[in-house]
């Protein structure tokens, strides 16, 4: 079946690198994504990686992609307090509709 | 600016009440859905739709149903509410028609609690 999973809480001190991972399970996927939950909002995309790419890199982002474990991470480097938020890590299907399915939640909480 | 709008932020109804929310979004996408957000659960489907007046089962509809007469607008009913209904209720959409990215945009969030 289809499912996301992630660890639910990683905490960092400002200013090091945070490494938030994900497993998904439907070798389907077309997207992966990561978005991102400030307190009291909804959901925005963060970045994403289509499924033949290994790699991507986004000024302070890298996500890193594994087809063959079916694992993505998402690096964030020199971490800011602005960065703490709850971290989705999400896949798109081919088959069901278009579905998404989101992991649930990684809270990343950036100390001072 | 794209925008998913959802009629209200925060909601409080009565154990048995029908309750409506409302989502319109405006940038012509044909797929919407609805999520309710827990704790240490993240996101499940509960429902989508991807045409007008199209709908399917997401991971846990029941004591739920939607609506879809127009494109722009996707609501969710709880046909009588309950208290384990209290959550957080999150509506997207995206398309996944020519060479755009399918990501999909958020609303910000009905916060309902059901007393």
């Known amino acids: 079946g289809e499912d996301v999973e992630q660890s639910l809480f990683l905490s960092v001190r400002e200013g090091d690198s945070s490494v938030i991972n994900c497993t998904y399970t439907?070798?389907?996927?077309?997207?992966l994504y990561w978005y991102k939950q400030e307190p009291g909002a909804g959901l925005q995309l963060l970045t994403y990686i289509f499924s033949n790419m290994d790699m991507k890199q986004d000024q302070r982002l890298t996500v890193l992609l594994n087809k063959k474990d079916k694992h993505l991470s998402l690096r964030i480097a020199d971490t800011q307090t602005g960065d703490s938020a709850i971290y989705f890590c999400?896949?798109?299907?081919?088959?069901?509709?278009?579905?998404?399915?989101f992991g649930a939640g990684t809270r990343l909480f950036v100390k001072a | 600016d794209v925008k998913v709008t959802q009629s209200s932020r925060y909601l409080v109804k009565r154990t048995g009440e029908k309750v409506f929310l409302e989502c319109v979004q405006d940038m012509d996408h044909e797929n919407m859905f609805w999520y309710r957000q827990d704790p240490g659960l993240g996101l499940r489907l509960i429902y989508f739709?991807?045409?007008?007046?199209?709908?399917e089962k997401g991971d846990i509809p029941e004591g739920y149903s939607v609506s879809r007469e127009k494109k722009e607008r996707f609501s969710l009913i709880l046909e009588s509410a309950s208290t384990n209904q209290t959550s957080m209720y999150l509506c997207?959409?995206?398309?996944?028609?020519?060479?755009?990215?399918?990501?999909?945009?958020f609303g910000q969030g009905t916060r309902l609690t059901v007393v």
């Open positions: 739709s991807y045409d007008v007046k199209m709908k």
């Open positions: 439907d070798s389907s996927s077309t997207y």
């Open positions: 997207a959409s995206k398309t996944w028609t020519g060479p755009n990215l399918p990501e999909a945009f």
């Open positions: 999400a896949e798109s299907l081919r088959t069901g509709g278009f579905k998404t399915i």
